[in-house]
């Protein structure tokens, strides 16, 4: 009898079966991830049932590519096909996943990482043999992916549940208080904040250009004035007792220097400023994470872009896992004392941490 963690695949057939999941569930993921840029999904849940060519037609796309899709998605049991074979229906349960009615509930999205991997495997295995990281020009796709999946996670509740879990927060933001974003993307929590806080001013910082010059001219088509945008290095941040409030959304795990930003940011604070951190939940030991719904994917991530970005710029490659222990050391040492954690319910992969100074 040993004491190690007995996994239930202990038999080679049930092991078989968790091989053939991962052939099944791979390939689902990418035909679900196309099923969610082409607006098949869409299409399909707007009709009882359609053919082949009817959902083509709706959805102004080629009918064979379309058919091909309809059977992998029939035989996962995701589409549903009359006992002729030709009239496809999505069953209204399964909708809330797979289409915009369901909010934050939709998980289609996330499949279009599975398909950002396979466009990057080659770099990755010269990682494996030789160390070192893909930089984020390697990844053609990542910041739409990115600004998608947070305008789900962070957008649909930044001012139901986010901003108030810091105390007296939202009063400071509706006075005026200068505010920061560190490593932005695409802008759109500060973009909304600019637009409900006009006595508040907003920065916000990246790395990349890409989403800097779409975050700015976001701002231009909303005549915002009390927001900027700016590519920068938050590890060069030298700003001292600069803002009131600063956010990082899924932005410290991936940098090369955590434990430089994380000084940087206390420095920038005023006193009294409050910092929120939000990154993913997980234990920085991974049997903890066995039990993780979604511990395969997260680890999966960080090897593919996480932490292989951080790794590309000589960066301690703390990966998507990094962990709560880990996440409460770092900040400590950058010189938080008073902090407390939060786990929304419609956000259970992320944690919050309100940090005050
Ligand atoms: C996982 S994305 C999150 C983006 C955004 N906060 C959101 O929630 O959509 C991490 C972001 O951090 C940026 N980033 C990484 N290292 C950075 C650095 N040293 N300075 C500034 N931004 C950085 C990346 O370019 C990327 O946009």
């Not at 590519?65 to 096909?81: F, K, M």
């Not at 305008?151 to 933001?173: C, M, N």
């Not at 560190?182 to 990246?206: K, V």
Request: hydrophobic share 40%.
């Amino acid at each position: 009898m040993c004491n190690a963690h007995t996994v239930d695949v202990d038999t080679g057939e049930q092991f078989a079966q968790v091989m053939l999941s991962a052939l099944n569930g791979g390939s689902l993921a990418v035909m679900i991830s196309i099923g969610h840029q082409t607006g098949l999904f869409e299409a399909l849940a707007e009709v009882q049932h359609a053919t082949s060519h009817e959902l083509a037609a709706r959805a102004g796309l080629n009918e064979r590519y379309v058919r091909e899709w309809l059977g992998a998605l029939v035989c996962a049991r995701v589409v549903e096909v009359d006992a002729t074979s030709t009239q496809y229906s999505l069953p209204p349960a399964h909708r809330p996943f797979l289409t915009k009615q369901g909010g934050s509930d939709n998980m289609a999205g996330f499949t279009q990482y599975v398909a950002m991997f396979g466009r990057v495997e080659q770099g990755i295995l010269n990682c494996f043999r030789r160390g070192g990281g893909l930089d984020y020009d390697a990844f053609e796709r990542f910041h739409d992916i990115m600004a998608e999946d947070s305008g789900q996670s962070v957008l649909t509740s930044l001012f139901d549940h986010i901003l108030p879990l810091a105390d007296g927060l939202v009063d400071r933001l509706q006075a005026g208080i200068d505010v920061l974003d560190l490593g932005c993307g695409r802008g759109l929590a500060l973009l909304e904040m600019a637009e409900r806080y006009p006595r508040s001013r907003f920065t916000g910082y990246d790395l990349c250009e890409a989403p800097i010059a779409e975050a700015t001219e976001a701002a231009r088509q909303k005549a915002l004035s009390n927001v900027r945008f700016e590519q920068l290095d938050a590890e060069k941040l030298a700003l001292a007792d600069s803002f009131d409030f600063i956010a990082t959304f899924d932005a410290i795990h991936d940098q090369a220097r955590p434990d430089v930003v994380l000084r940087n940011i206390h420095t920038a604070l005023r006193p009294n400023g409050c910092y929120l951190m939000q990154d993913i939940d997980a234990s920085s030991h991974v049997r903890d994470n066995i039990e993780h719904p979604l511990g395969t994917f997260l680890y999966t991530i960080s090897t593919m872009h996480c932490m292989t970005v951080s790794l590309a710029r000589g960066g301690l490659g703390l990966g998507t896992m990094w962990g709560r222990q880990q996440a409460l050391k770092m900040l400590h040492a950058a010189g938080f004392s008073r902090i407390t954690e939060h786990v929304l319910p419609h956000d259970q992969q992320n944690r919050y941490y309100v940090l005050n100074k």
